[in-house]
């Protein structure tokens, strides 16, 4: 079975600033980029993050912190 690429609004090497808004079931944070999840390490709920993105799945992204507590 091939995987393919789905079109979403995160791209690897690029980043965003995403407020941590749950906590994933390994206790990474997840926040959201135009409802796309982004799950990251190291990052608490209620934490706005600047995260780079590392790697994207078709339904999830994961990224690392570039810049805690980055205000928006």
Do not use: C, K, W
Not at 21 to 35: A, C, F, R
Not at 39 to 66: C, M, W, Y
């Amino acid at each position: 079975m091939m995987t393919h690429m789905v079109d979403s609004p995160v791209t690897p090497g690029d980043t965003y600033v995403v407020a941590i808004e749950e906590l994933g079931s390994e206790g990474d944070g997840v926040g959201y980029v135009d409802d796309f999840a982004v799950l990251v390490d190291d990052a608490t709920l209620g934490e706005t993050v600047q995260v780079e993105i590392t790697d994207v799945d078709s339904n999830f992204a994961r990224g690392d912190v570039v810049d805690a507590e980055f205000g928006i």
